[in-house]
């Protein structure tokens, strides 16, 4: 039963300390996310996230913290947008890919690189914010001076770094990846502040929506489980070998290729590229030319059009799961590393045609996985059409996000039980 698991978890002290450490650490993230930055309006602030439907994508990874304009506005995002950057690199870079196959040195390496990025891209992203909400409405940031802009880009800067440390330390308990429930705990907050706006505008009318809109959140749950856990099993034998005067191999096994290899990155890839025509247009909004002026306003239309956003939305998330997954998965690799090891596809020759099989293998199972991220990005989009109560929104980009978290936090709980009940045996 499910509760003779918790109880076990609660009397293993190590991994019950470190639970607890996690919870401590998750709670501090809330309490920074609600200390506000002097000189706000708060109530100016609140209309512009309420009608920006761009803005409402991005306080998603900072956990409701750029709403309040709190010490930790940026959230993770600095890092995770240098955490990309790396791992691209890492594939295009000769050098980076080398020293990524050098073990934990390596890394170690590769992740300071990764932190000292995050820096001058907290530093830009927080100037950028600054301006456009400067520029979307005078009254946010009515009281800024220089000295207070240069202030807020440091305070804001070193609570990323902060959130930054925070995720390390979780990630090292070894109960989960901070990074990912840094996102999930912001996300999780909110929950309680939309059913309170739900219920308090709630009438008999309604009922039928709210049902409605349940089992649609339900159905979109068990999707995103479905797909996050969904896996093409490719059967892989082992030829036997001798050895002295033992014999090895000789078994059959198989090799895992998920439905949704690319996980969260095409949707963070897509909505980095889709807000950045708006952003950058704002910035020319008060240009002394007719022109440019009227070509700005003309980009910021355009995105805020539903129909257009929501359609570049799905394209470039589709297009992007794609882009990743080529990235991130190397069939002549694995067809390698399958025949150093005696390994082969059944019916499959080695070498070449193994990654030929499992190239075409991975491109049909994509289409799948892609096509489902697509969908799941725009699903708040569909339900705002015709949904009439704007607080119930699905945010799918969401759900994938809390539905990974737990099932990788539980996984990991799970293996280190597991290695405790070896070790006794």
């Not at 609600?34 to 009608?51: R, T």
């Not at 000789?250 to 025509?277: C, D, E, K, Y």
């Not at 008060?286 to 059009?305: G, H, L, P, R, V």
């Not at 030929?356 to 569909?382: D, E, H, T």
Request: glycine residues 8%; contains cysteine; aromatic residues 12%.
């Amino acid at each position: 039963m499910w509760y003779k698991k918790f109880l076990q978890i609660w009397k293993t002290k190590d991994l019950r300390n470190n639970i607890l450490f996690v919870l401590g650490m998750l709670i501090l993230f809330r309490l920074a996310a609600h200390i506000p930055i002097p000189g706000v309006n708060a109530e100016a602030l609140k209309q512009f996230f309420q009608q920006n439907q761009l803005f409402g994508l991005i306080s998603i990874f900072s956990g409701g913290a750029m709403e309040n304009f709190s010490i930790v506005a940026l959230g993770v995002g600095p890092y995770i947008t240098s955490s990309i950057i790396f791992q691209l690199l890492t594939m295009i870079v000769p050098k980076l890919e080398e020293l990524s196959k050098e073990g934990e040195a390596g890394r170690r390496k590769i992740n300071q690189w990764t932190r000292l990025l995050t820096i001058p891209l907290a530093i830009l992203n927080s100037y950028g914010m600054i301006v456009i909400l400067q520029r979307s409405n005078s009254q946010i940031l009515a009281q800024f001076t220089s000295l207070t802009l240069v202030a807020t880009m440091l305070t804001i800067t070193c609570g990323t770094i902060f959130l930054m440390w925070i995720g390390e330390l979780i990630t090292e308990k070894k109960v989960g990846n901070g990074i990912s429930l840094i996102i999930f705990s912001g996300i999780v907050a909110r929950i309680p502040q939309v059913m309170q706006q739900t219920f308090q505008s709630y009438d008999t009318q309604q009922l039928l929506n709210v049902i409605t809109f349940g089992l649609i959140a339900v159905l979109t749950t068990a999707g995103v489980v479905f797909i996050t856990e969904a896996q093409r099993n490719i059967p892989v034998s082992y030829a036997k070998r001798v050895r002295g005067m033992k014999m090895y191999g000789g078994v059959n096994t198989h090799l895992p290729l998920r439905v949704n290899q690319a996980g969260m990155i095409p949707i963070i890839f897509a909505i980095s590229i889709i807000l950045f025509p708006s952003m950058i247009a704002q910035f020319f909004l008060t240009s002394k030319t007719a022109f440019i002026q009227s070509a700005a306003q003309y980009i910021i239309n355009i995105f805020n059009n539903q129909t257009f956003y929501g359609v570049s939305y799905f394209l470039l998330v589709f297009g992007f799961t794609y882009f990743y997954t080529a990235v991130i998965f190397h069939p002549q690799q694995i067809a390698e590393n399958l025949q150093k090891q005696g390994g082969f596809i059944p019916g499959i020759r080695p070498g070449s045609h193994t990654a030929q099989y499992l190239g075409n293998v991975s491109q049909r199972i994509m289409l799948a996985g892609a096509l489902f991220l697509g969908i799941l990005a725009v699903i708040p989009l569909v339900i705002n059409q015709f949904s009439p109560i704007s607080n119930l929104t699905i945010g799918g980009s969401s759900l994938l996000i809390v539905v990974s978290v737990v099932i990788e936090t539980v996984k990991q709980i799970e293996a280190q039980m597991s290695m405790r009940d070896y070790e006794a045996l």
